[in-house]
């Protein structure tokens, strides 16, 4: 089994900065990579930064690119999501993801991210 652990969301001011964290555990050797997505309220989840396991390679929403920075520790097993310039529009829970495929399978429980404008 699988299991994601984020932590580091909370209450920042417009043009913040926070990180997030993604600890996971059990079959991490089946990961091809990491992600982040969120869900602001009255909105779909969307993906916000993934991260491919071995090599490193990144992709991010348009929205994000130059704000966010995603990273990850494969010594530790643990993803980060760097989030600088923070606007109000990025309030929204964040939830940590994996995938041993093309599609994200494993999920964590979310961390609340607001933003005070």
């Known amino acids: 089994q699988v299991q994601l652990v984020e932590s580091g969301g909370g209450l920042v001011q417009a043009v913040g900065s926070l990180r997030l964290s993604c600890a996971a555990s059990g079959r991490t050797s089946s990961f091809a990579g990491m992600g982040w997505f969120r869900r602001s309220p009255g909105k779909e989840r969307e993906f916000v930064a993934g991260?491919?396991?071995?090599?490193?390679?990144?992709a991010y929403t348009d929205y994000v690119k130059g704000r966010f920075t995603i990273s990850r520790d494969n010594v530790k097993n643990v993803v980060y999501l760097q989030m600088n310039n923070l606007k109000f529009e990025d309030t929204a829970v964040y939830y940590c993801s994996a995938r041993t495929g093309v599609t994200y399978n494993y999920w964590g429980q979310g961390t609340q991210v607001t933003v005070s404008s």
């Open positions: 991260i491919a396991w071995n090599g490193g390679r990144t």
